[in-house]
């Protein structure tokens, strides 16, 4: 059970172009669903916390403007790279909790701006 | 801010050892979790621990979850290749939505 997937595993985009990454908590409901970026040989790193119908929290210095979470369902939440550049070239991972205490991680998504 | 201190930052063992390793903090955390990291792939829920000294088992692995709340350890015995990965502790506040505070990983490496 607990299961998280994320589309696409990976993505290559243009310099300028907008991603979409979907977030998906396949056998449960996620009242909340988180979005994270890592870099090599290094932790997560919390971009922005989303609840079902609300506005999502990001964290300091994380630009909501450039990154725009949606969470239309307790199922789905989407992650919008806008105006992509090669600094925004990342490992992207969501994670979903139905309860506070455990997060349950997707795959991850590989995004790389050219 | 909260952080996480673990350690070590890596290990390389042999086939068959015991593995242990520990996080640290100055805050109180209300569940410790552990997870173990593939390279590519994200990270897996290994041990949830959620009463001040619990101990908990999940095969060959066991965790603990400090008496003061602000620390923890994760065993591992009988290591095997396909225990390689990178191993984080978190620890997670309430009153901050669920948030996890993750410790800097532990990069295991098992040699047959």
């Known amino acids: 059970g607990a299961v998280v997937s994320q589309h696409p595993s990976r993505v290559i985009c243009k310099s300028g172009t907008s991603v979409k990454i979907e977030c998906r908590s396949l056998?449960?409901?996620?009242?909340?669903m988180f979005w994270y970026r890592q870099f090599p040989k290094q932790s997560l790193m919390l971009m922005a916390t989303s609840n079902e119908g609300s506005k999502a929290t990001y964290e300091q210095g994380v630009e909501k403007d450039k990154f725009l979470i949606n969470h239309a369902s307790l199922t789905l939440s989407t992650l919008t790279v806008t105006s992509a550049h090669p600094e925004d070239s990342s490992f992207y991972i969501c994670s979903a909790s139905y309860s506070l205490g455990e997060q349950y991680f997707g795959p991850g998504t590989r995004l790389t701006v050219t | 801010g909260q952080q996480l201190n673990q350690n070590p930052q890596s290990m390389f063992i042999q086939e068959g050892e015991d593995v242990s390793m520990n996080c640290t903090s100055s805050?109180?955390?209300?569940?410790w979790l552990w997870y173990k990291q593939d390279p590519g792939e994200g990270p897996v829920l290994l041990i949830a621990?959620?009463?001040?000294?619990e101990l908990t088992s999940n095969g060959r692995l066991t965790a603990q979850f400090g008496i003061t709340r602000k620390d923890s350890f994760l065993n591992i015995s009988a290591s095997i290749p396909s225990d390689v990965g990178i191993y984080f502790c978190?620890?997670?506040?309430?009153?901050?939505?669920?948030?996890?505070?993750f410790g800097q990983g532990t990069e295991l490496s098992v040699k047959p």
């Open positions: 621990l959620y009463k001040a000294g």
């Open positions: 056998d449960f409901q996620a009242t909340t």
């Open positions: 805050s109180i955390f209300n569940t």
């Open positions: 978190a620890g997670v506040i309430y009153n901050q939505g669920g948030k996890l505070i």
